[in-house]
């Protein structure tokens, strides 16, 4: 069967020390890359938001996604209260600068993803129904989600980056009715994307790919041979995520 494949998980840029896969420099490149692989929209990060600094890595991206109507962005966030990141104009900016969702590295960049620090703001991203998204393997650990989703339980968040976690990442799709899982590493475990479906339905599923840590083929073979319905397969591989973004509410 042919999908429509909607990509929530790639990034560009060359990371800090030696890559162990081949890194893609501009937007054009993953575009190609893309095509080669049969994908056509992509949600996109820059490595630099995780390695360098997340200001600098934000404006970049800008860049690289005003380019096509193809790729959307990504912005990291940083705590509110040193206005490095969020400003007076942040929401305007995002829909400005075609940015459908956010990240947080809060381990990695030394902060707390909590009330105390985000109250106000992650409120208004809960309103906005903005996702939030969280990488198991970059950042945060699963207890970090777990504060996180007490604090704010209505908050859109996609996991990246899990494998068969389901002893974590099944209790947080029964509490929180609004938690995705990114199918990228979830693919590659036996089961991981039919006894998910099987047991919470194929809605919280977005397909992702990891790309360029991870081969596009990979997580596109893993959902086209999954044992579940060639309707469950095509809302994972598009229209939940499209469904997401037409939730957005950049104007309150």
């Known amino acids: 069967m042919s999908l429509n494949f909607f990509d929530i998980n790639a990034f560009i840029g060359r990371p800090k020390g030696k890559a162990r896969f081949n890194p893609i420099a501009s937007s054009a490149e993953l575009l190609g890359a893309m095509d080669t692989s049969g994908i056509q929209k992509a949600v996109l990060w820059h490595i630099s938001q995780y390695d360098y600094s997340a200001v600098e890595g934000n404006r970049i991206l800008n860049e690289m996604v005003l380019k096509t109507d193809r790729l959307f962005g990504c912005w990291t966030l940083l705590p509110p209260q040193t206005g490095e990141v969020i400003t007076d104009d942040f929401f305007a900016g995002m829909e400005r600068n075609r940015i459908i969702a ?18 106000g703001f992650l409120e208004e991203v809960v309103a906005r129904r903005i996702p939030l998204l969280l990488s198991l393997a970059r950042g945060i650990s699963w207890s970090g989600v777990y504060n996180l989703l007490q604090d704010f339980p209505d908050l859109t968040c996609i996991l990246c980056e899990i494998g068969l976690a ?44 990891g790309f360029p840590e991870r081969y596009h083929l990979a997580a596109i073979m893993g959902l086209l041979h999954a044992d579940i319905s060639n309707v469950d397969k095509e809302k994972i591989a598009c229209q939940n995520l499209d469904n997401i973004i037409s939730g957005i509410k950049y104007d309150k």
């Open 102 to 119: 956010l990240r947080a590295f809060p381990d990695f960049h030394r902060f707390f993803l909590s009330r105390t620090v985000f109250n």
């Open 166 to 209: 389901n002893r974590f990442s099944w209790p947080l799709l029964e509490h929180y009715p609004n938690v995705y899982l990114e199918t990228s590493l979830l693919s590659y475990a036996a089961e991981g994307i039919e006894s998910t479906v099987r047991r919470f339905g194929a809605r919280r599923l977005v397909f992702g790919t």
